[in-house]
């Protein structure tokens, strides 16, 4: 069965902590997304990753990639409050059976960033 | 330039009733995918169109279908509502799902009654 497993699911940081958000996926697939979610919004693109090693930074959050032990990672650096939201990670399974346009999401990390 | 819309925003049907959802993709963009978000389930993957051909379908039951036009513009329908629908419906489109993001539209909130 295919899976995307997020940890945590619940995150609660203090601002100016770092912390780290787990993305395990269960097929091979080399590209991998994260998206944030506001309260009540829709999904907002966040980061590509499409290939192994990628790693992509934007502001206080840093993305990689490691499709070898089918990993990815979202660090979030000095957190504010703005950054507060629920985060996926989405796997593209084009690999398998020939799909395309066909994401699995993880559950979602919860972030709650308080002062 | 303008991004995915979805239409209607908001829909309140009851059991039994069927309902049919509007998605214009981003200018250009010839890929429309759907996902029905639920608390419970998260966001699963309903069915991606390119070109006006199916090229994928999730696990959903044949309640749930879709087509999409010569102008990339996509249309679900959902027949014979139950309860359980009940979801945040997105749709995201791209130009080559391969190599690029999928921008999602503001999705249709349904509640079935």
């Known amino acids: 069965e295919l899976k995307v497993e997020q940890n945590p699911l619940f995150l609660s940081m203090q601002e100016g902590k770092n912390y780290t958000i787990y993305c395990n996926y269960s097929?091979?697939?080399?590209?991998l997304y994260w998206y944030r979610q506001d309260p009540g919004k829709s999904l907002e693109s966040l980061f590509v990753?499409?290939?192994?090693?990628a790693v992509k930074q934007e502001g206080r959050l840093m993305a990689s990639l490691d499709t070898k032990a089918r990993l990815s990672t979202l660090h979030i650096t000095a957190a504010v409050h703005d950054l507060s939201a629920t985060y996926f990670c989405?796997?593209?399974?084009?690999?398998?059976?020939?799909?395309?346009?066909?994401?699995?999401f993880g559950k979602g990390t919860k972030l709650s960033v308080k002062p | 330039k303008a991004g995915v819309t979805q239409t209607p925003r908001y829909l309140i049907k009851t059991r039994g009733q069927q309902v049919t959802l509007s998605c214009s993709p981003i200018?250009?963009?010839?890929?429309v995918s759907w996902y029905q978000q639920t608390p419970g389930q998260g966001l699963q993957f309903l069915f991606e169109y390119f070109s006006e051909t199916q090229r994928n379908k999730g696990n959903f039951p044949g309640r749930f279908s879709g087509r999409q036009f010569s102008n990339s513009r996509s249309e679900m329908n959902v027949s014979t509502l139950e309860l359980g629908d009940s979801a945040l419906y997105l749709c995201a489109s791209s130009l080559d799902p391969r190599t690029d993001t999928q921008y999602f539209g503001p999705g249709t909130r349904l509640t079935v009654l």
């Open positions: 097929t091979t697939s080399d590209r």
């Open positions: 200018s250009g963009h010839r890929s």
């Open positions: 990753l499409l290939s192994n090693g």
């Open positions: 989405a796997v593209d399974i084009e690999n398998y059976g020939g799909s395309q346009g066909n994401l699995i």
